[in-house]
């Protein structure tokens, strides 16, 4: 049974920093493709960003280009999203994701994405 568990969510200020993990269990982790992705109240799932089973490719959005880095340890089976410089219009639920390797073209699409885990809060407050 695939898991995928987030954490390290909560209430940051603009210009503030969070780093939010996703340990996943019950998959060969390095072999999948993972993504963070975002969901604010009445508005679809959006991609944040994205990477290959080796780290070596990565994807992002426009919108979070130079202040957020994706990475991943893939001996800890962990995921990380590291946000600095955080807007107000970055509070969401973020969810991070997991499929088998991607075409370039699927990373940033969550309709790509087989396993989800279950979202944590971020709250960027002025």
């Known amino acids: 049974q695939v898991q995928l568990v987030e954490s390290g969510g909560g209430l940051a200020q603009v210009g503030g920093s969070l780093r939010l993990s996703c340990v996943a269990s019950?998959?060969?982790?390095?072999?999948?493709?993972m993504g963070w992705f975002r969901q604010a109240p009445g508005r679809a799932r959006e991609a944040v960003a994205a990477?290959?089973?080796?780290?070596?490719?990565?994807y992002y959005v426009d919108s979070v280009k130079g202040r957020f880095t994706i990475s991943r340890d893939n001996s800890q089976n962990t995921l990380y999203l590291e946000m600095n410089n955080l807007k107000s219009e970055d509070t969401a639920v973020y969810y991070c994701?997991?499929?088998?390797?991607?075409?370039?073209?699927?990373?940033?699409?969550?309709?790509?994405?087989?396993?989800w885990g279950q979202g944590t809060q971020v709250t960027v407050s002025s």
């Open positions: 994701g997991a499929d088998r390797p991607l075409d370039h073209s699927d990373y940033l699409n969550p309709l790509s994405y087989e396993y």
């Open positions: 019950g998959l060969v982790f390095d072999a999948y493709a």
């Open positions: 990477l290959s089973w080796s780290g070596k490719y990565t």
